[in-house]
């Protein structure tokens, strides 16, 4: 079964730092894809970033990006110039393909100090 | 651009009441997913279903049942109400089945159960 594990409960960072997210995940799957979901107080799931695993090139968008390091099965996603919205729930979320779910981490909590 | 539509948005039931809830997906989109996150949890997937056949089960009670209808939009019934199904129900929509492709997450339904 599939897995997904993140191990910082809690993380803060200074506004325009940057902060990195761990998340390891386990699949005895080849075909998978790998999601971070932001959860702000409003609760609503809003999509940060997603990284197929054929694809070697780590996926960016804007302030967010990945590292993602398929043979070690870990995906952490760092955020760059840290905003004061950027404070949330972070969930890191496998789906392999050809399956219509996703398995979700624990989360971890951003802070973002002014 | 049209979301994800959930109601009721807040729901309060005695133990033992049913509850419906109901899930209108984005348009064009067939396939319908609906996870669970208790207070302080990740969401867990309940059940999904693609062009209105049940597609992949998750950790769903016997108590509770779903199906997807012919207009796409899908409802979650909810019998024999526990204290412990005080929880934010989600519903999410895709447009490409089995494919992972993003899940567009509605606001939620959040049961409290007294």
Not at chain 1, 20 to 46: A, V
Not at chain 2, 2 to 16: D, F, N, T
């Amino acid at each position: 079964a599939q897995t997904v594990t993140q191990s910082q409960p809690e993380m803060s960072v200074q506004e325009a730092e940057t902060v990195t997210l761990s998340c390891t995940y386990d699949t005895s799957e080849s075909d998978y894809y790998l999601f971070w979901y932001k959860q702000p107080p409003s609760r609503q799931m809003i999509l940060v970033i997603r990284q197929e695993a054929y694809k070697q090139q780590n996926a960016t968008e804007n302030r967010f990006s990945v590292n993602f390091q398929k043979a070690a099965k870990s995906f952490s996603l760092k955020i760059s110039d840290s905003q004061l919205g950027d404070a949330a729930m972070y969930f890191c979320a496998h789906c392999t393909s050809g399956t219509y779910k996703y398995i979700f981490g624990t989360g971890t909590r951003l802070k973002v100090l002014a | 651009a049209a979301g994800v539509i959930q109601s009721p948005r807040h729901l309060i039931k005695e133990k033992r009441e049913t509850a419906t809830l109901k899930c209108y997906p984005i348009p064009r989109h067939d396939t319908v997913y609906w996870y669970q996150q208790g207070p302080g949890q990740d969401p867990q997937f309940l059940i999904s279903f693609y062009e209105k056949m049940q597609s992949d089960k998750g950790s769903i009670p016997d108590r509770f049942s779903a199906q997807q209808f012919s207009d796409y939009h899908s409802e979650l019934n909810m019998s024999s109400l526990e204290l412990g199904d005080s929880a934010l129900y989600f519903c999410a929509s895709s447009p490409t089945p089995g494919l992972a492709d993003e899940q567009f997450f509605g606001p939620g339904t959040r049961l409290t159960v007294l």
